[in-house]
């Protein structure tokens, strides 16, 4: 057990010191950096400071909060803990899913469309270079040298106070046309489209489609 501690601590000093230049091909974020941002409460009260951008990973379970930049004792926030969190440009909601890999229930996911539906992505290594076996100790590793942009993604949404809808499980990958026609149906020029297979409505396009439907929805429904 004492080694086991010992190979957390490791695991953890790594996160924190000789990953922390890590920046993604983009330019946008370095990895394992504090930005300035916020949590949201379960009450709905917004509380603003500086939070640990990991990675998308990491930040599927968890958060660090500092109330100063240079603050040393931050509060951790796990899903149910907290309604929802943003650091720096990225926003992250509690939700009832469990991320490949893991055996959470509820995790965080990062909201990458905010519409009529909200798209959400959540991010596994399916190379598993973050190993930790409790059993033998010495069998673990610790790789944080990849780049976000060689993460898989699982793409989900949802409607506001509707149930998430998992758009890459096999239901939707298999019976897409019936699927997401059904779920679109309120918009009948784009449904029959992805019901009639055109092109550009077919599973690849997912996210463009919901960006069409969104587009609809607020022009139909303005106030």
């Known amino acids: 057990m004492k080694k086991l501690n ?12 000789i990953v922390s230049p890590a920046q993604e091909p983009d330019g946008s974020v370095k990895l394992f950096t504090i930005y300035p941002g916020y949590i949201v409460t379960n009450s709905g009260d917004t509380l603003k400071g500086y ?14 909060f500092f109330k100063t930049p240079d603050s040393k004792d931050p509060v951790k926030y796990k899903p149910n803990d907290i309604k929802a969190y943003k650091v720096a440009d990225r926003i992250y909601e509690c939700m009832k899913y469990s991320p490949e890999y893991t055996t959470m229930r509820y995790c965080f996911l990062l909201r990458t469309t905010d519409g009529a539906i909200n798209v959400y992505k959540a991010y596994y290594d399916d190379k598993k270079r973050i190993k930790i076996d409790e059993k033998d100790i010495w069998n673990s590793k ?51 489209k992805i019901a009639n297979k055109e092109v550009g409505y077919v599973y690849g396009n997912l996210e463009k489609i919901i960006a069409e439907y969104n587009s609809w929805y607020l022009e139909n429904h303005k106030k």
Do not use: P
């Not at 010992?6 to 010191?17: C, E, P, V």
């Open 6 to 17: 010992n190979l957390m601590l490791l695991f953890f000093t790594l996160a924190f010191s």
């Open 51 to 64: 939070l640990m951008l990991k990675n998308k990973i990491s930040n599927q379970g968890k958060v660090f």
């Open 142 to 192: 610790i790789d944080f040298s990849f780049s976000e942009s060689e993460l898989k993604e699982q793409i989900l949404g949802c409607r506001k106070g509707e149930e998430l809808q998992n758009f890459g499980s096999l239901e939707y990958l298999l019976k897409f046309k019936k699927k997401m026609s059904e779920y679109l149906s309120d918009c009948t020029e784009i449904a029959k």
